[in-house]
């Protein structure tokens, strides 16, 4: 059974940090893409972040450039998100998600595995 966990949200002040962490466990094979998506109140869920099985390849959304960034530890089977310089409009449920393939992709319908989601919430 494939879980996706998790953790780190919560309420911070415009400009500040946190990290959001992503346990995985039962997943048929380590090599798979890992993303990052949100989802905002009244709006559809978007890209954030992926990141490559080897944390050589990442890809980011335009509007979190340079302030976050993704990576990973396959042998502690977690993927990280690190937000920098958070604004108001980074108010969002975020998700972890997986792929079944080595393949990069911004698309949700290409990731096969999902998380429960951690409320992050920026305060102006």
């Known amino acids: 059974q494939v879980q996706l966990v998790e953790s780190g949200g919560g309420l911070v002040q415009a400009g500040g940090s946190l990290r959001l962490s992503c346990a995985a466990s039962?997943?048929?094979?380590?090599?798979?893409?890992m993303g990052w998506f949100r989802q905002a109140p009244g709006k559809e869920r978007e890209f954030v972040a992926a990141?490559?099985?080897?944390?050589?390849?990442?890809d980011y959304a335009d509007s979190v450039k340079g302030r976050f960034t993704i990576s990973r530890e396959n042998a502690k089977n977690t993927v990280y998100l690190q937000m920098n310089s958070l604004k108001p409009e980074d108010t969002a449920v975020y998700y972890c998600?997986?792929?079944?393939?080595?393949?990069?992709?911004?698309?949700?319908?290409?990731?096969?595995?999902w998380g429960q989601g951690t409320q992050v919430t920026v305060s102006s």
């Open positions: 039962g997943l048929p094979s380590m090599t798979n893409v």
């Open positions: 990141v490559s099985w080897s944390g050589r390849t990442t």
């Open positions: 998600a997986a792929r079944g393939t080595i393949y990069m992709s911004q698309s949700q319908r290409h990731y096969d595995y």
